[in-house]
């Protein structure tokens, strides 16, 4: 067919707080189609037949129909290049393992071919790559030019790998989510806050900003951990630290062979070499454990036969458990060992060097470890072995079989001891033991490790069969107690009159109760009244700057119409939100919204985003605004400078809470008891032109629990002369 034109992206951006479109960050994308407006998808030849076979999975997309096989259903009977690359941008994210759902497209202007696309994205770099390989795509697909789709995945996937959150710490962040605790990543890598202001955690993949210093400490250090829990009564195996391969083959003889040669200072398994039975191996694994370590000391210790495994232990209970077994490859009389590892072991999609896969792949060109294992059997990497035989290629190599439903009762709680002993507060316990469902004293069996910021992709991905443990939630779990979402009380007030001004009066009122407060507005950011440097920061970082402070009790935002447009709002969730008002839309025409009722969806937003629990502080004096209390989640509390405003009137009369003005008093009511009337004498005389203002600080005070006395000390000592215009 005829080359159209291509589709050109005008505009990228990432709203990284609630929007106009959904509570989530999403990338925003104007796309001005050209020709492709009057060349829907059913106009096009093959284009049906080639997006869907490059794409399968788009089946899954429900699309406006509501189910599965809708997208597929639009596309058939006709839909347009906006609409279909938001689906395919959407899809090559889920193939390169960011699961994403939500997206929307909508024209500017009736035949404009001007589109604004909104998709979900987890990590805005992988977003805006997806987002010019989903362009690239649907042009091949659109005019029947091959594309590399596994190319394509293949540099996404990387990204996802070395941008995105890792598995382990994303289980804890979506359970978090699932228990309604909102999160901010703090860096680049796993260092996440869960909560907000004064009520925030902090952790880092499976440690903690409870997880001690020195217990990591004792922790890297194996021998003095053996010595805490031998005198805490919990079983460890017999041994020494040794400083040569002398003194290690000597301990060796006193222990009795078998013996275990490894680091006094590695964790995870890293130059431990077991089942020793010769002086030559144990002096070879002395090398191993130094070369492996940070020490200049090795551990000698007995070998305890059995099965090792993996305990997580999170707070003061075992919440999963995992079995090593040994590895071993089976000859086929042509193969090397190593050709042998890659064909039968490392094909384990289990197995890989990244963060998301549970088990590493085994290397025995370079392990000295399994160099050491084949060495017993008269074998080397490149060896062929005889047809049949089987290769023994690391003992306890595979801790990824869930047995968390088998621990006895008495081995948990000599786990939890262990972690307790070295004061941890998450740990991973290995143990050796031949049956995890006895106790440990009955069969020999000892705790050989304990691990600080231990893994969790074993429990997380065990082998196939196992259960998957909910891991992530049982550290939720541990630092937020029943009932606790990480939340402080906060408050966003949005419009184009006074909003500064009512952020300030509201800020000032929470001050008065002897909270601290941080008040991010036009006017700068402020923590308990004193304005510190705003620096070149946007308004929704400035606004994260509330979020993340620890002593921040209480916050307040004045958010400006552009910022919800350009940025979203800084917060997930709000305690109470304040419109004052829908007008502005005559100065956002660059962003299309030229109606008042444009307008009405930029600031519906702030409604949007209002707790269950919380309350909507509406001015009934603007019918539109009024309008946004059908959309509140929680309660509404209406405020006007007259109290015979319409919406004020019916809410009163169906037992809703008020403020209103009535000569030079602010009356406080519900239904139609009057429950307060502050006087005018609350504020100086050149206030008058902001009453509407200190209706709504008013309203918000009282929505946030504050009695009316408090109120009016508040109003009366406010410092006026520094109010915003």
């Not at 035949?111 to 987002?131: D, H, P, W």
Request: aromatic letters at 4%; proline letters at 5%; hydrophobic letters at 40%.
């Amino acid at each position: 067919m005829t080359k159209k034109k291509d589709i050109d992206v005008l505009r990228v951006t990432h709203l990284r707080g609630p929007n106009i479109w959904t509570y989530r960050p999403v990338i925003e994308a104007w796309l001005d189609i050209g020709e492709l407006e009057n060349f829907p998808s059913n106009t096009i030849p093959g284009l049906y037949e080639r997006l869907t076979a490059l794409l399968p999975g788009m089946v899954e997309h429900r699309c406006g129909v509501g189910e599965r096989g809708g997208f597929f259903e639009r596309l058939r009977e006709g839909t347009y290049a906006g609409h279909i690359l938001e689906h395919v941008v959407l899809e090559l994210q889920n193939l390169a393992g960011m699961r994403t759902g939500f997206g929307q497209t909508r024209q500017t202007a009736e035949g404009s071919g001007i589109y604004k696309m909104a998709f979900r994205t987890r990590q805005e770099n992988v977003g805006r790559a997806a987002l010019a390989a989903g362009r690239d795509l649907l042009m091949a697909c659109i005019e029947d030019r091959p594309y590399d789709l596994q190319g394509a995945v293949d540099k996404l996937t990387d990204m996802v790998e070395r941008l995105c959150l890792g598995p382990s710490t994303n289980s804890i962040v979506e359970a978090a989510t699932d228990r309604a605790v909102p999160h901010i990543r703090l860096t680049d890598g796993n260092l996440v806050q869960l909560g907000h202001g004064a009520r925030q955690r902090r952790i880092w993949t499976a440690e903690t900003d409870n997880t001690s210093a020195i217990a990591e400490g004792i922790a890297s250090d194996k021998d003095m951990t053996k010595g805490i829990l031998a005198s805490c009564g919990v079983p460890v195996p017999e041994g020494a630290l040794v400083d040569s391969e002398d003194e290690a083959w000597e301990e060796a003889q006193d222990i009795g062979l078998p013996v275990v040669v490894k680091p006094s200072d590695a964790n995870h398994g890293r130059g431990v070499t077991l089942n020793l039975t010769s002086e030559a191996d144990v002096r070879k694994a002395f090398h191993i454990a130094i070369e492996r370590g940070d020490s200049s000391s090795v551990i000698v210790e007995r070998y305890v036969v059995g099965d090792e495994h993996r305990l997580l232990v999170v707070g003061r209970k075992v919440v999963a458990a995992s079995r090593g077994e040994s590895v071993w490859i089976t000859a086929d009389g042509q193969s090397t060992v190593t050709q042998l590892v890659n064909a039968q072991i490392n094909s384990d999609p289990r197995r890989g060097p990244n963060e998301e896969h549970p088990l590493n792949p085994v290397e025995p060109e370079t392990s000295p470890e399994v160099q050491l294992v084949l060495k017993g059997q008269g074998l080397a990497h490149d060896a062929v072995p005889e047809a049949g035989r089987k290769v023994l290629i690391a003992i306890n190599g595979n801790v990824a079989n869930d047995v968390t439903d088998l621990v006895h009762p008495a081995v948990a709680e000599m786990a939890a001891l262990a972690a307790r002993a070295v004061g941890l507060d998450i740990a991973g316990i290995d143990l050796v033991a031949q049956d995890i469902s006895r106790p440990l004293e009955e069969q020999g069996g000892a705790i050989i490790e304990v691990n600080a910021s231990p893994g969790l992709l074993a429990h997380l991905k065990p082998a196939p069969g196992g259960t998957p443990r909910p891991v992530g939630a049982a550290i939720v779990e541990e630092l937020f107690a029943q009932g606790e979402n990480g939340r402080i009380p906060i408050v966003g007030v949005a419009g184009t009159c006074h909003t500064a001004l009512i952020a300030r009066l509201t800020a000032w009122q929470l001050q008065v109760s002897g909270r601290y407060v941080g008040v991010a507005c036009e006017e700068g950011v402020y923590l308990n009244g004193r304005k510190i440097a705003r620096g070149p920061l946007t308004e929704w970082e400035s606004g994260q700057r509330l979020l993340l402070n620890k002593n921040v009790e209480s916050a307040v935002f004045a958010n400006g119409n552009r910022m919800i447009l350009t940025e979203g709002l800084a917060y997930d969730r709000c305690t109470v939100g304040v419109v004052t008002d829908t007008r502005g839309h005559d100065r956002l025409g660059e962003f299309y919204i030229d109606e008042p009722e444009q307008m009405y969806r930029v600031l519906r937003t702030q409604v949007d985003v209002i707790l269950s629990d919380g309350v909507a502080v509406l001015n009934a004096g603007d019918d539109q605004v009024a309008d946004m209390a059908r959309l509140c989640d929680g309660d509404v509390l209406f405020y006007a400078v007259h109290e015979d405003a319409a919406p004020l009137a019916a809410h009163r009369a169906e037992g809703g809470r008020a403020v209103f003005g009535r000569g030079g008093s602010f009356v406080m009511a519900i239904g139609a008891d009057e429950v307060a009337e502050l006087p005018a004498s609350c504020l100086p005389n050149d206030a008058d032109e902001c009453r509407e203002a200190v209706l709504a600080a008013i309203g918000t005070g009282w929505a946030l629990g504050l009695s009316p006395d408090l109120i009016a000390a508040a109003l009366r000592t406010f410092e006026w002369k520094n109010r915003a215009a």
